[in-house]
């Protein structure tokens, strides 16, 4: 369980139930995770760390070890993010969309092994709390608030590294 081979924990998920796993260095909300190689990646969000009324997005990266139940600070993003989506294709993440001081199409890239960013093509929609899947290595990110409500999805295909409209809901 939690080695990413068995995602139904040999039909234990149900016996097993929720656990306390240590905390992350900093209070977040609206931030997005991924799982890789038994570590769970979590990118930006926002906290309220010096005032109850002002939420700060920030560029902060933790990754939790599932075996040792620590955390450890990753490279920061190259820009703060609330909202984001996000999924992990091979061994990158791909963090698309989100909040600064606006709602973005920005894509970054965080290449899980060397622990670095880079900036990939933007969305052609802006997009935050938008949800994202991966599905046949391609990243879908799907409806979410640009000038309103979005109705429809975009996904990015690392290979040609090019985004494409994917429907409407």
Same mark, same amino acid.
């Given at each position: ?5 068995? %995602?139904?924990?040999?039909?234990? !998920?149900?016996? *097993?139930?929720?656990? &306390?796993? #240590?905390? =992350? ?15 769970? /990646? ?6 309220? &760390?010096?005032?109850?009324?002002? /939420? ?8 939790? $070890? ?13 820009? &703060? ?20 001081? $606006? %709602?973005?199409?920005? *894509?970054?890239?965080? $290449? ?6 880079? #900036?990939?093509?933007? =969305?052609?929609? *802006?997009?935050?709390? #938008? !949800?994202?899947?991966?599905?046949? $290595?391609? *990243? ?30």
């Amino acid at each position: 369980c939690g080695d990413g081979k068995d %995602n139904d924990c040999n039909g234990k !998920a149900d016996e *097993l139930g929720w656990q &306390e796993m #240590a905390p =992350m260095s900093r209070v977040r909300g609206y931030t997005c995770g991924v799982y890789h190689s038994g570590k769970v /990646y979590v990118f930006g969000g926002s906290s309220n &760390e010096t005032s109850k009324t002002d /939420y700060k997005p920030h560029k902060s990266v933790e990754a939790h $070890d599932l075996a040792t139940n620590t955390w450890k600070t990753m490279a920061p993003m190259l820009q &703060e993010r609330v909202g984001a989506a996000c999924g992990v294709i091979g061994d990158k993440a791909y963090v698309a969309g989100g909040r600064h001081t $606006d %709602n973005t199409p920005s *894509l970054q890239i965080y $290449d899980i092994k060397k622990d670095t960013w880079s #900036a990939g093509k933007p =969305m052609s929609t *802006l997009r935050s709390y #938008a !949800a994202a899947a991966v599905y046949q $290595d391609k *990243l879908f990110i799907i409806a979410g608030v640009g000038y309103g409500y979005q109705k429809t999805a975009e996904v990015y295909d690392p290979t040609y590294k090019s985004w494409l409209p994917a429907g409407s809901l």
